[in-house]
């Protein structure tokens, strides 16, 4: 089963805005929408956005979601040391049955 | 609070079976698709296996059709991962939720001579 296709890395600096993308097409990302994880070094992945782009409670209002066709971003505002770890997108396709995920992308805060 | 506590995991040869389990809290359970999702060391998330709220339905990645076998009891709120044929590069931290709840800190499965 392929996966969704996420930029390895992305570089921006403190206090700035980084946006990482996840495209995947029509079966997944385009009409089931796909969520947002956040996985630190050692820790279990956590959920910043669910498939409607919508923040579960808890989660900074810095970051927000947004959907365009085949491809969802998830934007990061005023870029802080903490942001800087690994972010993967996963989509539910409904013509193969099965989770996709991305390869995850890497940020780093300068 | 939703709550997940994997357990399960361990060192085991090439070719023998675990059976991972997960006990959960705060949600309707009765209610949940259930996922596993593995994490190989250094490496992305990858998607194992997933069930419906009641059992009848079951989802594989192809690497693990025939010898993974994904189950629930729901008067327990408790899933289960059944593995047999266990590879090397199935070495890895096995996760149990889904992408719609969370998901557990994970269980360390070595797979190893």
């Known amino acids: 089963q392929a996966g969704l296709t996420q930029p390895p890395s992305v570089s921006k600096g403190l206090g700035q805005t980084a946006t990482l993308t996840c495209t995947g097409n029509?079966?997944?990302?385009?009409?089931?929408?796909a969520v947002w994880l956040q996985q630190n070094q050692g820790h279990p992945p956590k959920i910043l956005s669910d498939?409607?782009?919508n923040r579960p409670s808890g989660i900074s209002e810095r970051v927000s979601a947004s959907r365009s066709g085949n491809t969802v971003s998830l934007t990061i505002t005023g870029l802080q040391p903490e942001d800087e770890t690994d972010y993967y997108c996963?989509?539910?396709?409904?013509?193969?049955?099965?989770?996709?995920f991305g390869g995850g992308t890497r940020l780093t805060v300068l | 609070e939703v709550q997940l506590v994997d357990s399960g995991g361990g060192l085991v040869q090439p070719g023998g079976s675990l059976r991972l389990s997960c006990a959960t809290s705060g949600f309707i359970f009765t209610n949940s698709w259930m996922t596993w999702v593995r994490q190989a060391p250094g490496k992305g998330l990858q998607w194992v296996a997933s069930i419906n709220p009641d059992g009848s339905d079951k989802y594989y990645v192809d690497s693990v059709k025939g010898r993974f076998t994904i189950s629930r009891d729901n008067a327990k709120n408790s899933l289960y991962l059944q593995m047999k044929g266990l590879r090397v590069e199935e070495t890895a931290v096995y996760y149990c939720g889904d992408n719609d709840l969370g998901w557990g800190q994970g269980t360390l499965v070595t797979v190893s001579s």
């Open positions: 996963s989509a539910w396709d409904t013509n193969i049955g099965a989770w996709l």
């Open positions: 498939r409607d782009n």
């Open positions: 029509s079966n997944n990302v385009g009409n089931q929408g």
